[in-house]
C-alpha cells in the first residue's frame, strides 16, 4: 500500500467518523426533544384531569381559549389570575424520571383557559377546559402541547 493509499482512506474514514458524530448529535437532540415534549404532555394532562374533577361552577374564571405560545419564537402575554387560581404558571426544573438518571430539561408555562363552547353542540353550563404548556427547545423555539376537556355540569 502507498502513502497516497493511506492518505485516501485516512480521509474517507475520517469522513466517516465525523458523519457518525453528526449522527449521534441529532439522535440525542431529538431525544432530549421528545423526552420534553412527554413532560409537556404529562403535565397538561395532570392539570386537565386535576380541574375537569371540579364541578362547574368551581372552575376557575380564567377566560378565552388560546395557547401559550404566539409564535414559534415568542409566548404569548400571560393571562390574569383570579384571586384562587394563577392562570399562568411556570414550573422550573421538571424532571423526568428514566432507568439512568433523572435528565433535567428545564421550564415549563402551563396556561390553563375556561370558556363556554359555541356552535351546535353548545350543551347549557357546559365549558371548555383548555391546558397549554410551552417551553424553548434546544434549537431556541417556543414548542407547545395543548389539551382541551369538555366539563359538564352534573345533571
Known amino acids: 500500500m502507498t502513502l497516497v493509499e493511506v492518505l485516501i482512506s485516512s480521509m474517507v474514514l475520517g ?18 426533544d421528545g423526552r420534553a415534549r412527554d413532560v409537556a404532555t404529562q403535565l397538561a394532562l395532570q392539570r386537565a384531569e386535576q380541574l375537569g374533577t371540579l364541578p362547574v361552577d368551581q372552575l376557575p374564571a ?35 424520571p428514566d432507568n439512568v438518571s433523572s435528565l433535567e430539561i428545564g421550564k415549563y408555562r402551563i396556561d390553563t383557559a375556561v370558556d363556554a363552547p359555541g356552535g351546535v353542540t353548545q350543551q347549557g353550563g357546559a365549558r371548555i377546559l383548555s391546558v397549554s404548556v410551552c417551553w424553548t427547545s434546544q434549537k431556541g423555539l417556543v414548542q407547545q402541547v395543548q389539551v382541551e376537556r ?3 355540569p352534573e345533571v
Open 15 to 32: 469522513f466517516g467518523v465525523v458523519a457518525l458524530a453528526e449522527l449521534m448529535t441529532t439522535s440525542l437532540r431529538t431525544d432530549a
Open 62 to 96: 380564567c377566560g378565552g381559549l388560546g395557547s401559550c405560545r404566539e409564535h414559534n419564537r415568542a409566548y404569548a402575554p400571560a393571562r390574569a389570575a383570579t384571586p384562587d387560581f394563577a392562570c399562568t404558571q411556570v414550573v422550573d426544573d421538571a424532571r423526568i
Open 150 to 152: 369538555l366539563v359538564v
